[in-house]
């Protein structure tokens, strides 16, 4: 893919932002970019492609905001082993060694076609450190070595960063978890790494494995992360809203309530009843209504409503025998 052809393509990256076109259409146009750039300095400068798809790392879609940090990711370290093998190679000229002849395509600087570290053997959703087949025995401790290749089992989880670079920053992580909670044989180190683990091989937060392969997390501030900071944003957004929810419903305003001087509580003889009526039955039905002695906190309905009903109307009634003479189930009535 040339210059020209991904300046046309970031401007479509950059249209859908604006249009707000679906996550899908993104993804798309970022596979494209992905598969298509053979990152450089120069052509990440011109087109400035990189800054663009950077912007997307924030996205509201959890896949496009993985998939931008993954490409970002992937052209930095591009661009830094060409810068390796730049200056590799302007040391060997000014010392004088020969130049070795290049037969067929040339190997990415740095690495050679027998380094099993710089390529994939299993799908990003099948790996591990035994399937990627690196040595993790980097420390010569074995239940810290143990840990490393914990730490690359939840790094490398459908990652596609290449097994050197998952390897160094699982090394990183257990030994910034060693520095702030070891030695290994405390429980805070063993339950930092195994809370660390489960937090990276969450399928509901990609974004955490991707910022920390990418280094936006450092592995210092990564293991003494909270639990809340661990968490994506999308699920802290989800928490915010639920935590509105039962704000709103803890706020609805009550169905105001009249207070009558002719209703007279039987138990505290008080004439400060509260009243309301409210449709609990089908539409065809009389409303129910609510009598409350704001002193006692006791609601009253069935005989005691009906009876406060009609005197409310200034019809009242003889009251049947059967109704207990209009009182609650503890003596304590509303007229």
């Known amino acids: ?45 011109s087109t400035r492609v990189g800054i663009i798809v950077n912007k997307f790392k ?30 590799a190679s302007a040391s060997q000229r000014s010392s004088g060694s020969p130049r070795p002849a290049q037969h067929g395509t040339a190997s990415p600087a740095g690495s050679t076609p ?6 994939l053997s299993v799908p990003p959703d099948k790996r591990t450190w035994k399937a990627d087949g690196v040595d993790v025995n980097q420390t010569g401790n074995r239940a810290r070595d143990n840990c490393i290749g914990l730490m690359y089992d939840g790094l490398c989880f459908n990652s596609t960063e290449p097994p050197r670079v998952v390897l160094s920053k699982a090394a990183a992580v257990e030994a910034a978890a060693y520095s702030a909670f070891g030695p290994e044989t405390k ?18 937060n990609p974004m955490l494995r ?20 661990l968490r994506s944003a999308e699920q802290r957004e989800q928490d915010r809203k639920i935590q509105k929810e039962n704000m709103d419903k803890a706020m609805v305003a009550q169905a105001e309530r009249s207070i009558s001087t002719s209703l007279q509580c039987g138990k505290c003889g008080q004439r400060k009843v509260t009243y309301t009526e409210a449709q609990t039955r089908s539409a065809d039905e009389p409303m129910t209504l ?8 006791r609601t009253f309905t069935g005989p005691d409503g009906i009876r406060a ?26 007229v």
């Open 1 to 45: 893919m040339d210059a020209k052809e991904i300046e046309l393509k970031a401007k479509a990256l950059t249209k859908a932002a604006t249009q707000n076109e679906p996550a899908s259409n993104i993804v798309s146009l970022l596979k494209e970019l992905q598969q298509g750039v053979k990152a450089t300095e120069d052509l990440l400068r």
């Open 187 to 204: 429980e805070p180190y063993r339950t930092k790494i195994r809370s660390l683990f489960q937090n990276l091989k969450n399928k509901s």
């Open 114 to 119: 027998s380094d099993k570290l710089s390529k």
């Open 309 to 334: 009903y009609f005197r409310l109307l200034g019809e009242l009634l003889l009251i049947d025998a059967t109704w207990g003479g209009g009182r609650g189930e503890d003596g304590c009535c509303v």
């Open 210 to 229: 991707v910022r920390v392969l990418g280094n936006e997390v450092t592995p210092e501030y990564f293991v003494k992360m909270t639990h809340d900071e």
């Open 58 to 87: 924030q996205h509201k879609s959890p896949e496009v905001a993985r998939l931008s940090s993954e490409i970002v990711s992937k052209w930095r370290n591009e661009v830094n082993k060409q810068k390796a093998g730049g200056s």
């Open 290 to 297: 609510f009598c409350t002695s704001p002193f006692l906190g």
